[in-house]
């Protein structure tokens, strides 16, 4: 095992302490608040090492990087995929068939596709809509005015199971800065299960740096890649 394999396990169990912890300060029960280890970049060895420490959530940003490492899935069992990266439309086909769950749903074009190939697929396809909060224009998912609209239309969609919402905010050295974004997207959350008169039980935010700040601010699930498995090379990153 290479070393940073060998530091996975601990890795793992470091961040489930300081969720805890994080929970606990909150007052919130500690099994409320699900890992996702975000697998992106990392090869098959560290994944299975994670999933050997208990990890059964794994996030990875990109449908072809998943296609070709797939193959090793089989040794996952029970394990929920998620991409969690910007989809292209063209690519909807293929997320359907290799993702668990699409947690960056960020428009109706690509809602509607979804639902398309998971009729097809005979499926129904548990979804989250990305929110971009910031004022970078780079950035990915839909503008919070929108949400609503896009909200309804996948309520629609006899194949699409809207469970949440997802961010990422843009980063701040100080974690403490992510503090508004994550409880602008709990109130956008609960205002949009309001509209629709139907939970939205997901609230997808925080990572490495700030998955502390956004468990205090309500987050279900958190997306940690480097927590877990160190270090990537920044090329490859999105
Ligand atoms: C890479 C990535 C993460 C994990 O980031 P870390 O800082 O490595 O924890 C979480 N969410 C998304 C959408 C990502 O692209």
Redesign the pocket.
Known sequence: MPPETAAIPGAVERIRQRMRDAARRSGRPAEDVLLIA?S?TRGAEAIQAAYDAGVRHF?E?RVQEWEGKKAQAASLAGSVFHL??HLQRNKARRAVALFGRIDSVDSIALATRLDQFAAEADRILPVLIEVHLSEEPEKTGIEPRMLGELARSIHDCRYLNLRGLMT?PPWRDDPEGSRHYFRQLRELRDETARHLGHALPVLSMG???DFEIAIEEGATEV?????IFGGRSGSAD?
């Open positions: 975000v992106k996030g940003n969690i990266g990422v990572m490495t740096h997306r940690v890649g480097t927590g999105p």
